[in-house]
């Protein structure tokens, strides 16, 4: 088995797949009801089941639907069809199925977030709602470096939505559902507990993955887990499988992280991160902290005094245990605004002000 991301280096013996799935074969079979799946020892735990829970949050989840263009003389060529032409690949600018994927809503006024990876390079996106209903979406903004992206449709009645849920994150063993439309299967519920806290996948600097045994497949990329008093708890991105579909290893953006990136995208149309300006290494000998191995020319932590060898102990009041944590605090600061570090350098610790920079575009 391998990992593997769209465009990304392959990691580890394992294999990893985002959850969006192809339109193609299954455009025939998207029934609109709920089907739940649910495990022995969460059944036996709810003997009641969820329906309740089910009815209340279903309406808020969507079907997304992304089409790519491309010249009708390119089509033909790759699928020669003897069939007539339609009235779109007369005018030359066909579209075909790219993929399906899911999403909530988290605004009436038709706010709705998904992955960034079910939206990625769409010349159209359509939204099916649970009643059916299809409107075509605009995208408001998307974040490749946590994979998230919102989206805005127009209609004339509000819609149902949901809200993320607040506080601390949920607790290894807490119950949670999973909704969306797997291999196309739409209203698709099942359930499972939280598996484990803060995986990282190598898909990028702020992975911190909440892990679930709920049956997520292709399809299911988007879609909300929902805790048991329906507010959501993650984004369901991706899974661990030898196979493609699920053998219950799920992994989900965790609602604190994607309520800090859906706010900037819904104001911002994307993500202003604060950059410090270093590459990190291991830490040697150094049970905790983020170890400097480089300091970028003319960055904010060069400006600072910062030093190749510098290990950054804390940042703002709080310990940073490696690179990643460091990573996550710098980027939860918004560009232009002080962050203090304490830094072991050889024998002493130093207090060192650091004025953030904007973190480059991403290429």
């Known amino acids: 088995m391998r990992l593997s991301f769209p465009s990304r280096p392959r990691h580890r013996a394992l294999a990893l797949a985002l959850l969006a799935t192809t339109a193609l074969g299954v455009a025939e079979i998207m029934p609109y009801e709920a089907r739940a799946a649910l495990s022995p020892a969460v059944a036996a735990a709810h003997p009641q089941g969820f329906a309740d829970l089910v009815e209340k949050v279903s309406p808020s989840v969507v079907r997304i639907s992304v089409m790519e263009g491309g010249s009708a003389a390119s089509n033909e060529a790759a699928a020669p069809s003897k069939r007539p032409a339609t009235p779109q690949q007369r005018r030359g600018q066909p579209h075909r199925p790219m993929g399906l994927g899911s999403g909530f809503i988290i605004d009436p006024a038709g706010y709705i977030v998904t992955n960034a990876h079910v939206a990625a390079q769409a010349s159209q996106i359509k939204v099916t709602l649970s009643d059916g209903k299809e409107l075509p979406a605009k995208l408001i903004g998307?974040?490749?470096?946590?994979?998230?992206?919102?989206?805005?449709?127009?209609?004339?009645q509000p819609l149902q939505a949901v809200s993320f849920a607040p506080g601390a994150e949920p607790r290894v063993g807490d119950v949670v559902i999973a909704v969306g439309n797997p291999f196309g299967l739409s209203a698709t519920v099942t359930s499972g507990i939280i598996s484990a806290h803060g995986r990282d996948l190598g898909a990028g600097p702020y992975d911190d993955f909440l892990q679930t045994d709920a049956a997520i497949n292709p399809g299911n990329s988007g879609g909300p887990l929902f805790d048991m008093s329906g507010n959501v708890v993650g984004v369901n991105t991706a899974i661990v499988s030898p196979t493609g579909g699920s053998v219950g290893i799920?992994?989900?953006?965790?609602?604190?992280?994607?309520?800090?990136?859906?706010?900037?995208?819904?104001?911002?149309?994307?993500?202003?991160r604060g950059w410090l300006g270093v590459e990190l290494g291991p830490n040697g000998d150094a049970e905790n902290g983020a170890q400097v191995v480089a300091v970028q020319r003319l960055s904010p932590a060069a400006r600072a005094g910062l030093r190749p060898g510098d290990v950054i102990l804390e940042a703002d009041g709080g310990a940073v245990q490696n690179g990643r944590t460091l990573a996550r605090r710098v980027a939860e600061h918004a560009p232009g605004s002080p962050l203090k570090l304490a830094v072991k350098r050889a024998t002493a610790t130093l207090d060192v002000q650091v004025t953030l920079g904007e973190m480059p575009t991403e290429s």
């Open 142 to 156: 998307r974040d490749e470096r946590t994979d998230l992206a919102l989206l805005k449709v127009e209609s004339p």
């Open 250 to 272: 799920g992994f989900a953006i965790p609602a604190e992280l994607a309520t800090k990136v859906v706010a900037q995208l819904k104001e911002h149309g994307q993500v202003r």
